[in-house]
């Protein structure tokens, strides 16, 4: 039995057009977020580079929080 839903691929000589994919979420320092797990908070510092995370302070904690930001919302 299959747990995880099936992924569709488009073929290539499909007439229909790809569904595109969601553009990145993109965080400046200072932006007010949202996060699923740990409440609301707000942007200290952007990483840049590969593994571009995100620090964010949350008011009792400071949470580094890693690509993808699945969890993570902006206000």
């Known amino acids: 039995m299959r747990k995880t839903p099936a992924v569709r691929r488009p073929l290539p000589t499909s007439p229909f057009k790809p569904r595109p994919d969601a553009p990145p979420k993109l965080f400046a320092v ?4 949202s996060h ?3 409440g ?3 942007v ?3 990483e840049d580079g590969a593994y571009a ?3 964010v302070d949350f008011g009792t904690r400071q949470e580094r ?3 993808p930001y699945a969890a ?3 206000l």
């Open 30 to 33: 200072g932006d007010r977020v």
């Open 36 to 38: 699923d797990k740990y």
């Open 40 to 42: 609301l908070g707000r």
């Open 44 to 46: 200290l510092a952007v």
């Open 53 to 55: 995370a995100v620090l």
């Open 65 to 67: 929080i890693a690509p």
């Open 72 to 74: 993570l919302f902006t």
